[in-house]
């Protein structure tokens, strides 16, 4: 399906806490239309997700990018691990972004001190919020 996306695990909360910031201006665009333009549309709901465990849809402009991997490929693995486990996802998985949203939404609420503990956007809060605003809404 080509309207189908491909995440790393990580890149769930990432896209639920995404508030216009991140590593380049081109990355930012890149996420910018995939959260804002495909998920957070009405219809985003239903857009099917790929879980991968090699640089996916997000990855493509990051300038850490290096090939299918990342120059901090080591923490991303762990942050990969780790998201995988909470949201029970793996290397090919398919699910909508809505399926992704209720697994979010069931995690505990300070789950992301402990899968996110690696990530440098975890003080800025984003992600922290984003939660807490799924879970109270759910």
Known sequence: MADRLTYRPHHFLCSLGFEGKGYSDRFTANMTEIVEGRLRQP???AVEIEVVGAADDICGPCPSRRGSGCTAQAKIDRLDAAHAEALNIAPGDVLTWGEALERM????????QTIC????????????AALARLQDEA
Do not use: F, N, T
Request: hydrophobic content about 50%.
């Open 43 to 45: 219809e985003g709901p």
């Open 105 to 112: 939404a069931a995690l505990p609420a300070d789950v992301h």
């Open 117 to 128: 503990a690696e990530c440098q956007w975890l003080s800025a809060g984003m992600c922290a």
